[in-house]
């Protein structure tokens, strides 16, 4: 059973930045697609970035050019640094991962991340 622990969240001021770190445990196989969702008071979880067992990345357009996510693959760990936050930005964070071979599909616990002045 693999487990995803997030961490890193809190509260930091507009144009502030953060970084969310996730680390997979548990996993008898490399993890393939990587992920961050964020999840705001009464929305929707939507995908804020995912990157691939090959490092290919993708973003929603509200954070392109703020948010950079990469992975340490020897680590199992997947980041998310964030940048020129905004209190639009304010969510639970969730890490996401998909482990090779199985396509088993695991979640983390979720870390806060609250930006307001």
């Known amino acids: 059973q693999v487990q995803l622990v997030e961490s890193g969240g809190g509260l930091v001021q507009p144009g502030g930045s953060l970084r969310l770190s996730c680390a997979a445990s548990?996993?008898?196989?490399?993890?393939?697609?990587m992920a961050w969702y964020r999840q705001a008071p009464g929305k929707q979880r939507e995908l804020v970035a995912d990157?691939?067992?090959?490092?290919?990345?993708n973003y929603t357009d509200a954070v392109k050019g703020r948010f950079t996510i990469s992975r340490d693959n020897a680590k199992n760990t997947v980041y998310l640094q964030m940048n020129s936050l905004t209190p639009e930005d304010t969510a639970v964070y969730y890490c996401?991962?998909?482990?090779?071979?199985?396509?088993?599909?695991?979640w983390g616990q979720g870390t806060q991340v609250t930006v307001s002045s």
């Open positions: 996401y991962a998909v482990e090779l071979y199985t396509l088993n599909s695991y």
């Open positions: 548990g996993s008898r196989f490399s993890l393939n697609a």
């Open positions: 990157i691939t067992s090959r490092a290919g990345t």
